[in-house]
């Protein structure tokens, strides 16, 4: 393996957990995904503009935004039309993993409806009643399995191409849904939106870059309204409606003395029986038998925020912590499912006792172990995992463990039912904050981590200054992670916070900074943001809000920021997407689409910039709104707390 050395590892990331773990795994020459990064410079330019295509067989080609070299490929698409259609397949891409998920979140609510699934039930019988009420369902009087099964019969035909709208785009404000329809963009079907995505970027499709871009808006609406908000909902109703809920994070949550099983991904099916195996006397009896004093589940990325927000499981981290968990020696297994796991994790595990324990058939890991999930057995399945991570206890040794920095406290648990329940019940004292000035706006900070960027640097930097300036951050997926970590996400985290936005949160008891849940949980945003408007009977995009992506890597993670987008709220990415070799691609995104959806993307790489760019948008929404405003003019960019390295 080559090792690169050439940045240190303060330069990589903020945090010392992460620090350690990177100097270690170059020690023990550990390949980790930022000497990958090293070995990849310089990355392809005509990749980074976006304007390379290997859609068909006369390519692949590559255009010259500048004009010098060819200006068409050879089927004769220019930079536009190669862009566009780039961007468009990445945002399909992602809105079919969110949905994909949803779907597989959907199999199972409907199969536990027939009574075919060992190990789940329904745990939130209310949220099911609201729902089929929502959905058209007669939900009175009914036993709970049969309004699921119907339930599960709407939104499976959400999935298809025969009705003209996906039952949860009716919870966005009317306004916003008359837009969608006057643009030709409101999302029909989930399948049918990525499918046709597919379809117009086939070679000779469209070839017209406006309208790609539009129906790209669609497809990523397909998610956010559509897939994701199933996941959400029905992982609600299956495993249990967050509530508020005190936990830890980093990597110090792992234990010397126990057996610790990471469980990484997405996906909360398996995870979640799984939390119930680790507590089978019998199997504790094991851990027991092998010296190790209980069994310490704790979660990564996705699938982690889904059991701390329902569990309060522990955290070790987010996106780029995966390989550095491994390197601490002491994990007996991590147990994956989908998304965001790099195919790394087996390379590193090779070179500790770590079992990697593949369990979903759509992702399989050369040299893991495969389990593969099935809710008839999910009981089962959840034991066999349990079990093996056990047996792997005595290979640990002892002298490799090295678990780094004590972990950091942290609250989970912010579903919209959980923010109108500290609120009282209704949105108005959200408001009635919001109309005097005591919060100026609020701000979703999401997505990934990227190792072009010092980890978890920009997140948190970029949310201390918002929270400073009186601007409520809610945070999704590693986004969270990073604040957690950094200590931000406290109810007494509130004293870092400016006056007005401390006054509220004190007064509410929550935290500055609110955790939503993973990323189909950015679903849950979108929620909130209708429920915001619906009650000042506005458009969401008339609305002092704002989005931020300032780490993103995945094809989820631009989905998201398109369906953030279309549905009026402006959105800040920190990392350059592949849009720049189309000039009029960049303008349409990060300009006419204010004209057409009430918000735009901007790319500000520096937080300390994005922050005031934020709170400038902000401004100027209150202004608009008639509410008491601050001179966007006069806000500055505030100096960084403190610079990475
Ligand atoms: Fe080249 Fe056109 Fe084929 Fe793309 S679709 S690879 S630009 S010929
Ligand atoms: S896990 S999509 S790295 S947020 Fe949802 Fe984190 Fe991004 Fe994956």
Redesign the pocket.
């Known amino acids: 393996m080559s090792v690169s050395d050439g940045r240190r590892a303060v330069q990589l990331s903020i945090n010392r957990d992460a620090q350690e773990m990177i100097d270690l795994a170059r020690a023990e020459g550990i390949e980790t995904v930022w000497d990958r990064l090293d070995a990849q410079q310089p990355q392809c330019g005509f990749c980074a503009l976006g304007v390379s295509?290997?859609?068909?067989?006369?390519?692949?080609?590559r255009?010259d935004p500048f004009g010098e070299g060819p200006t068409?490929?050879?089927?004769?698409?220019g930079a536009d039309?190669?862009v566009a259609?780039n961007l468009g397949r990445g945002i399909a891409a992602g809105a079919s993993a969110h949905s994909d998920h949803g779907r597989d979140i959907l199999e199972v609510f409907a199969s536990t409806a027939r009574g075919e699934t060992t190990g789940y039930r329904i745990a939130d019988e209310g949220k099911l009643r609201r729902l089929a009420a929502e959905l058209g369902v007669d939900g009175d009087q009914r036993p709970a399995g049969d309004v699921a099964a119907d339930v599960a019969d709407v939104l499976f035909d959400d999935f298809g191409s025969r009705k003209d709208g996906v039952s949860f785009a009716g919870r966005a404000p009317a306004a916003r849904r008359a837009r969608w329809q006057e643009l030709g963009i409101t999302p029909r079907g989930i399948d049918r939106e990525n499918v046709e995505m597919l379809h117009r970027t086939h070679?000779?499709v469209d070839n017209d870059h406006v309208s790609l871009l539009l129906h790209a808006l669609r497809t990523g609406l397909s998610d956010g309204w559509g897939g994701s908000m199933i996941a959400t909902e029905l992982s609600d109703v299956l495993f249990g409606t967050p509530s508020p809920v005190l936990s830890e994070v980093n990597l110090g949550v792992l234990r010397h003395d126990q057996v610790n099983v990471a469980l990484h991904g997405h996906n909360p099916v398996l995870s979640d029986v799984i939390v119930a195996a680790a507590e089978d006397p019998e199997l504790v009896d094991l851990a027991r038998s092998y010296g190790a004093s209980g069994i310490n589940l704790v979660g990564l990325c996705c699938t982690g925020n889904e059991l701390l927000m329902r569990r309060g499981v522990p955290m070790a981290g987010n996106h780029l912590m995966q390989e550095l968990a491994i390197v601490t020696g002491a994990l007996e297994a991590m147990v994956v499912d989908y998304q965001c796991i790099m195919p790394s994790v087996t390379d590193v595990a090779a070179c500790y006792h770590t079992k990697i324990i593949s369990t979903s058939d759509k992702a399989r890991f050369p040299g893991a172990t495969h389990l593969p999930f099935d809710p008839r057995r999910g009981a089962e399945i959840g034991r066999e995992i349990i079990r093996a991570a056990v047996e792997a206890y005595p290979d640990r040794n002892p002298d490799r463990v090295h678990i780094p920095v004590a972990p950091v406290r942290w609250m989970g648990g912010f579903s919209v039912e959980a923010i109108l329940g500290a609120l009282g019940g209704s949105p108005e004292p959200l408001v009635s904050a919001i109309a005097s000035g005591a919060i100026r706006g609020a701000v979703a900070v999401v997505g990934c981590n990227n190792p072009k960027l010092p980890q978890d640097y920009a997140h948190v930097e970029l949310t201390r200054q918002l929270i400073e300036h009186d601007v409520l951050v809610v945070v999704t997926g590693c986004a969270a992670v990073a604040n957690g970590k950094a200590g931000q996400m406290l109810p007494e985290s509130a004293s870092m916070a400016g006056t007005g936005l401390r006054g509220v949160c004190e007064a509410l008891g929550i935290p500055p900074v609110l955790h939503m849940g993973s990323c189909v949980d950015n679903s849950r945003v979108l929620v909130l943001a209708g429920a915001l408007a619906d009650f000042l009977g506005v458009d969401i995009d008339q609305l002092p809000l704002a989005g931020a992506a300032p780490e993103w890597y995945s094809e989820k993670a631009v989905s998201i920021g398109a369906y953030v987008v279309a549905s009026g709220v402006t959105t800040v990415l920190g990392v350059q997407p592949p849009i720049f070799g189309s000039p009029r691609v960049v303008d349409l995104l990060a300009g006419g689409l204010d004209g057409v959806v009430g918000a735009r993307f901007a790319v500000e790489p520096d937080p300390s910039r994005a922050a005031a760019l934020i709170r400038r948008h902000i401004e100027e929404k209150r202004r608009a709104l008639g509410l008491p405003f601050e001179d966007p003019d006069s806000i500055a960019v505030t100096a960084p707390a403190a610079p990475v390295g």
């Open positions: 295509c290997r859609n068909c067989a006369m390519g692949p080609c255009v068409k490929g050879v089927c004769g698409a039309v190669i259609r070679m000779g």
